[in-house]
């Protein structure tokens, strides 16, 4: 399973972006599952996930009202809208999948905000 991320960037402070994580190859049973980041010198942090079986979702409290995930299994991807960014959003972002209780990761897409 490959994972490709895209959508990031520079935007300043209030902008928005839009991410997407394709997946590809051996996508059989491959379920997308959420969004992480991880800043400079910081661990990598949930932003948004998929929750029961995907009828549902869960955000980390700093991005909650400002950021949307969602997916769409037709075309194996997922996305994350990112929306009134601030400096503190600034991070490797990076998706995750799930493939017969195996995780996957992408390489991640930079999203840097300016002040």
């Known amino acids: 399973v490959q994972l490709v991320e895209s959508g990031g960037g520079l935007v300043q402070a209030g902008g928005s972006l839009r991410l997407s994580c394709a997946a590809s190859g051996s996508t059989f049973r491959v379920t997308l599952m959420g969004w992480y980041r991880q800043a400079p010198g910081k661990q990598r942090e949930l932003v948004a996930m998929f929750t029961n079986g995907g009828g549902g979702t869960n955000y980390a409290d700093s991005v909650k009202g400002r950021f949307t995930i969602s997916r769409d299994p037709t075309k194996n991807t997922m996305y994350l809208q990112m929306d009134n960014l601030k400096p503190e959003d600034t991070a490797v972002y990076y998706c995750?999948?799930?493939?017969?209780?195996?995780?996957?990761w992408g390489q991640g897409t930079q999203v840097t905000v300016s002040s």
């Open positions: 995750n999948a799930l493939r017969l209780f195996v995780p996957y």
